[in-house]
């Protein structure tokens, strides 16, 4: 792998337990390609840890969530030059030896954006009922937004080259960004690929993801594709 | 009706002598007051004109005078609310991008400083 274009990017917000055994795993995989934990504001040793794993660190002064960390991750590739850039949760739900076939697809694909998808096989054996179900929804919603079928698209295990790393670093959705970002990419006719990879439990900690937080998570999505959807069809209107 | 324009008249001077001490200690931008300032006064006319209130009424196809207040005291307030909204999202945006590049310049900063050190 050419460790001059590709960055790893890895969302951290008090992952102290995971983080050091999945920036390890990384390096493993891909040696020399560099590593960038993005903490975003952790009030446990989330840096440190991943300092000592071999990774570079950078900090965000307060908490922003996954989005704004993610986009300021790609904002710095953007500047320091990174041709690619994939993005791996820190609590070690994506299993590194899947970077290799998102970096593969990425080159040689011609696609703007990889997703590391858990069930282009159609099984849904990797996520519990409710999360199952919320993704075929999503999986319905999407399929006319994007004229093609996406299998996981709310799988954070994405690929993305210079030219979506281009656009994300202006715009990039703060909150739940993973099926908005499908429809921005979309948008300017960019293409995106999945290739298939299995997820795995977390390594420590809980989800914070509660019944509430689920339906609040339903209705931002969809309000956010049908703003990004809106966006785009008053830009072509005045052409 | 009398009571609650009596009523209504209290909440806007309150509002109003609310509004002017805030800015004095300087807890509210004064281009934040303004939009107050004008629901508030707005409200505190139509509570001393009830002519003009059931003139509104009337137009709005209110049966019920004091009701047509409520309604319009509402609709201000929702105005005010969504006109604040707006400002706090603008605000959010820019304050991430700002923390964004804090991060990235204090990294810019740190690895720079490690390339200092290492020759």
């Given amino acids: 792998m050419n460790a001059e274009k590709l960055l790893i990017i890895v969302p951290a917000f008090n992952e102290e337990a995971a983080v050091g055994h999945v920036v390890r795993e990384i390096r493993e995989v891909t040696p020399g390609v560099p590593v960038l934990v993005i903490d975003d504001c952790s009030t446990d040793q989330t840096a440190a840890v991943a300092r000592a794993a071999g990774a570079k660190v950078m900090s965000l002064p307060h908490h922003l969530g996954l989005g704004g960390a993610v986009q300021a991750g790609y904002k710095l590739a953007f500047e320091l030059g990174y041709q690619y850039v994939i993005r791996v949760d820190g609590d070690g739900q994506h299993d590194p030896r899947y970077i290799t076939a998102i970096f593969e697809a990425l080159r040689n694909s011609g696609c703007q954006m990889v997703i590391g998808s858990r069930f282009l096989e159609g099984k849904f054996d990797q996520a519990t009922l409710v999360r199952a179900l919320g993704i075929r929804f999503f999986r319905l919603v999407l399929r006319p937004i994007l004229g093609r079928p996406v299998h996981d698209p709310t799988s954070g295990f994405v690929g993305v080259n210079r030219d979506a790393l281009q656009v994300f670093s202006r715009s990039f959705p703060l909150e739940y960004p993973e099926i908005e970002a499908l429809v921005v990419l979309q948008r300017r006719k960019f293409r995106f690929l999945e290739v298939p990879c299995r997820m795995r439990r977390r390594m420590a900690g809980r989800s914070t993801i509660t019944v509430f937080k689920s339906l609040y998570y339903i209705v931002h999505v969809l309000l956010g594709v049908f703003v990004n959807v809106l966006k785009y069809e008053r830009k072509r209107r005045r052409g | ?119």
């Fill in chain 2, 1 to 119: 009706m009398p009571a609650l324009l009596d009523f209504t008249t209290g909440i806007s001077v309150v509002l109003i002598l609310m509004v002017l001490v805030s800015i004095r200690r300087q807890h509210i931008r004064v281009e934040y007051s303004v939009t107050w300032f004008g629901a508030a006064l707005t409200l505190l006319l139509l509570s001393r004109s009830p002519g003009a209130v059931s003139k509104l009424a009337g137009a709005l196809n209110i049966s019920d005078p004091p009701l047509a207040l409520v309604s319009i005291a509402g609709c201000l307030f929702l105005l005010v609310l969504f006109r604040l909204s707006v400002i706090l999202s603008n605000l959010k945006d820019a304050n991430i991008a700002l923390a964004q590049r804090v991060a990235i310049l204090e990294y810019h900063l740190s690895a720079h400083e490690e390339e200092t050190a290492r020759n």
